[in-house]
């Protein structure tokens, strides 16, 4: 290795050890912090602290409403023109509110702004009631849902993340459910990104900073509760390369944003040193090094819900699967490891860049169906508006497993490269797309 190539190391390694200490300390004086760093290409876990530690989602819940409410509209249940009854019930709740009126209507794509932009706690009881009758029994579809979504320590109580001692999750568990809603549901996601929204004459705007101050943000999704201190869930994209972090337990909102943009940028540095295979990217020096408790064996048994729709079982994709399950078991490069051993994390990382990816390895996907038709339907259109930039692709429809099955939308068999350009090609239409690996 040159001599400037250390020099350069050495004085990042001096700066991300620097940042190390004080994360640790934070984490130290604030019990409720936690706090997660995903490539979402990949599955690496860039950073982890407290991780898998129970902590209250607040608004974060309204992630999950929203899975639901973009099912149904897959499912033709709902349109997004549909009128949504508004109960006393559902009006009473707390602020943040749109303040509905008892007996009047709200249309499905107003409540999805309402969700995401205004957080609006009566809406998400709306949506609830709605879907399943009572809040009671779809905070049960919801944490269902939570299950076969790969969220093992989450349960839900109510739709909104208004307070109560039984709906807890952890920041791994809502990394997972920003990842799903934007793999499963493309097509809606661009929802994530809106600040502002028209309702009875008056323009609704939202609480996410993020997606303003930050370059790259383009969504999810923001929460506080006295108990769980400031949330936030934050998608962004740099250089083609999507990241998905989670912090709980933010002392203000504005502390929460400058800590998750600190840790955005951390990762992509990170990142890039890990794409490059400089030594110095397999140190655990973005975090806490405590091991993180090992998943259960078999899935915890799903909440039967008698009056619920069959759930459909969507896998993330199996190098974002894998990755995040090994890192429940073993925090993504350690820095003690012993280097004379078989988990030698050098030795690891030379074997992965070494490693060539199967020919035709990436996908683009363009929306998730539970009708194969439309997903094939999808696809066609997307390869036809890349007929001439393509080289050797397929349109491919890939159901779940599950008793309700959902069809992807893919083009199949390309080059990770191509298909960046592809989905990028894809959005300059306006077409919503993500690329994923398909071995």
């Known amino acids: ?26 984490a130290h004086a604030n019990p409720r912090y936690a706090a997660i760093v995903i490539d979402v290409e990949s599955g690496d876990v860039l950073h982890s602290a407290n991780a898998d530690a129970t902590r209250y989602p607040a608004s974060l819940t309204k992630m999950m409403t929203l899975y639901m409410l973009f099912e149904a509209l897959e499912r033709g249940d709902l349109r997004l023109d549909s009128p949504l009854p508004v109960s006393a019930y559902a ?46 029994n779809f905070g049960r579809m919801m944490t269902d849902k939570a299950r076969q979504l790969g969220m093992p320590r989450t ?13 807890t999750t952890t920041a791994r568990d809502m990394a997972t459910l920003s990842i799903r809603v934007m793999q499963d549901f493309p097509q809606y996601y661009h929802y994530f990104s809106q600040t502002r929204f028209s309702w009875n ?42 990241i998905v972090s989670v912090v709980m337990g933010g002392f203000t909102a504005a502390s929460r944003d ?16 890990l794409q490059r295979g400089d030594w110095i990217a397999q140190a655990d020096v973005f975090g806490d090094r405590m091991e993180l408790p090992q998943q259960p064996s078999s899935p915890t048994p799903a909440v039967q819900v008698a009056s619920a729709e069959p759930a459909s079982t969507v896998s993330l994709s199996s190098a974002l699967q894998t990755r995040l399950t090994e890192s429940s078991t073993e925090p993504y490069g350690r820095a003690d490891a012993e280097m004379g051993s078989a988990d030698d994390p050098l030795r690891d990382l030379i074997a ?62 390309l080059q990770e490269s191509e298909a960046h350009s592809a989905c990028n090609s894809l959005r300059q239409q306006g077409m919503d797309c993500m690329v994923v690996a398909h071995y």
């Open 201 to 242: 004459g008056q323009t609704i705007t939202g609480h996410n900073r993020l997606l303003g101050s930050y370059p790259g943000a383009d969504g999810l999704k923001t929460g506080f509760i006295r108990a769980s201190g400031f949330n936030v869930a934050t998608s962004a994209v740099r250089d083609d390369r999507r």
């Open 352 to 413: 992965r860049a070494e490693a060539p990816q199967p020919a035709g390895a990436w996908a683009v996907q363009v929306g998730a169906f539970s009708n194969a038709d439309q997903a094939r339907s999808l696809a066609s259109r997307a390869a036809e508006r890349l007929a001439s930039q393509v080289n050797g692709g397929r349109v491919a429809v890939a159901p779940s497993e599950g008793e309700q099955r959902v069809y992807r939308a893919r083009l199949v068999e």
């Open 1 to 26: 290795m040159r001599s400037s190539h250390r020099v350069r190391l050495g004085a990042v390694a001096v700066v991300l050890l620097s940042c190390l200490l004080l994360t640790i300390k934070t």
């Open 155 to 167: 349960t839900f109580r109510n739709p909104n993340g208004l307070p109560d001692a039984g709906q």
């Open 91 to 136: 009006a009473s709740r707390q602020a943040s509110k749109l303040y509905v009126k008892a007996g009047s209507t709200l249309p499905v794509e107003t409540a999805i702004q309402a969700l995401v932009i205004r957080s609006a706690n009566d809406v998400a009881v709306v949506v609830a009631e709605a879907l399943g009758g009572s809040e009671e």
């Open 258 to 273: 400058a800590h998750m943009a600190d840790l955005l940028d951390r990762g992509y540095v990170r990142l890039s040193m």
